[in-house]
């Protein structure tokens, strides 16, 4: 599957780490991901040689190309609300991942669309679990 990872950039690199695993997660499993990018250390200075035209055309590229998208939520991210907003209103299913006792934004809590799943996890492997369960659902 051709997948979007969608995590915080400009909001906090906190979940930095988890992010790092679930596109290693992906990969082993041989999926491709598009946005592998999210996950470098030194992203602002990579996106730094960007114009925002660009990267908002590139993301929105590879969300069009993409097959489902993962969005690790736990850290408010204006990016990841908008990415999750596009892929909604194109019918792309999405799942999105957060820790417990997080304040998760109502909007995406409230959010009854069948193409959008959330899901909490507390370790790596609920974590994996809940990623793998949600492919499996997409693929029938």
């Known amino acids: 599957m051709k997948i979007y990872f969608s995590g915080s950039i400009a909001g906090g690199r906190k979940y930095l780490d988890i992010y790092k695993k679930i596109v290693a997660h992906l990969k082993q499993q041989g999926h ?10 030194n992203i602002f200075e990579f996106e730094n040689k960007l ?5 908002f055309e590139r993301d929105i590229c590879m969300l069009n190309e993409c097959d489902v998208v993962i969005a690790e939520v736990s850290n408010p991210s204006l990016g990841v609300g ?3 907003c596009y892929a909604l209103e194109r019918q792309i ?4 991942l957060f820790q417990p006792d997080i304040f998760v ?5 409230g959010n009854t669309s069948p ?13 994996f679990e809940r ?8 693929c029938r």
């Open 131 to 138: 990623i793998e369960t949600f492919l499996q659902n997409c």
């Open 105 to 109: 934004s109502r909007m995406i809590l």
């Open 115 to 127: 193409y959008l799943t959330l899901s909490e996890y507390n370790n790596d492997k609920a974590l």
């Open 82 to 84: 908008y990415e999750i």
């Open 32 to 41: 491709e991901v598009l946005s592998e990018h999210i996950v470098i250390d």
């Open 51 to 55: 114009q925002p035209a660009e990267i």
């Open 93 to 96: 299913p999405i799942l999105g």
